[in-house]
């Protein structure tokens, strides 16, 4: 069954450093999200693409954030200058026509 | 605002028991609602959607129900296993559409005793 895969499982940053996480949603999906999940929080919402653009973003998703689906198959979140509070689990969806969104296996990212 | 409240947050059972996990959502204008299982450290993996216009959906033993109009969902598991131990989160998508980002609720992180 295909699946959504994410890389790297776990990246370490300093703070100020710019990382990129990597997602390969299933291949004839045609909207892209951006979750993440603070350790011991809630999965939190932070940004939907379609058609190569920006659908919906959150309060969360400021400028240091930015998304791109620099091919046919991988969407990135590029975080530019990693904070403290960064620090999260980052959770990427897709899903088809229908409602269903499947998610990733998840990257962790810790800033120190 | 859509919030979504799951309680409580941890909960413990002996195995073979039967148990309902609760979800409750603010603004019953939703378009579907989901359970996801999510193991320590791990992803989140779909169990059940309900559409808004269906009251319940079933696969192996978990069952889950909707109340749309009293805003409350329920997850059943039918004679539990210690590997049903696990972080149990509800989803749901608003009514504006599919197109919408999923509001989750905390999860309900369920220990099942050998």
């Known amino acids: 069954e295909p699946e959504v895969t994410q890389t790297p499982s776990h990246q370490v940053t300093q703070m100020g450093q710019e990382v990129i996480l990597r997602c390969v949603p299933i291949?004839?999906?045609?909207?892209f999200y951006w979750y993440r999940q603070i350790l011991g929080q809630k999965v939190e919402f932070l940004v939907s693409?379609?058609?190569?653009?920006?659908?919906?973003k959150s309060e969360i998703f400021d400028d240091q954030f930015s998304v791109e689906r620099p091919d046919g198959s991988n969407f990135t979140l590029k975080i530019r200058s990693t904070k403290l509070e960064d620090s999260a689990m980052y959770f990427c969806a897709s899903r088809p026509g229908t409602a269903s969104q499947y998610f990733g296996p998840g990257t962790r990212l810790t800033v120190l | 605002k859509q919030e979504v409240t799951q309680i409580p947050a941890a909960l413990s059972v002996p195995e073979g028991e039967n148990l309902v996990l609760n979800c409750s959502f603010t603004d019953s204008a939703i378009y579907n609602l989901q359970w996801f299982r999510q193991d320590p450290g791990k992803g989140l993996t779909s169990l059940l959607l309900?559409?808004?216009?269906?009251r319940e959906q079933t696969s192996g033993r978990l069952n889950a129900s909707l109340d749309k109009s009293s805003g409350r969902s329920t997850l059943y598991i039918a004679a539990s296993q210690p590997g049903d131990s696990a972080t149990y989160l509800c989803a749901v998508l608003p009514s504006t559409g599919a197109n919408s980002k999923l509001t989750f609720g905390k999860g309900i992180t369920l220990s099942v005793r050998p």
């Open positions: 693409f379609y058609n190569n653009e920006i659908s919906e």
């Open positions: 291949s004839n999906h045609l909207y």
């Open positions: 309900i559409q808004s216009s269906q």
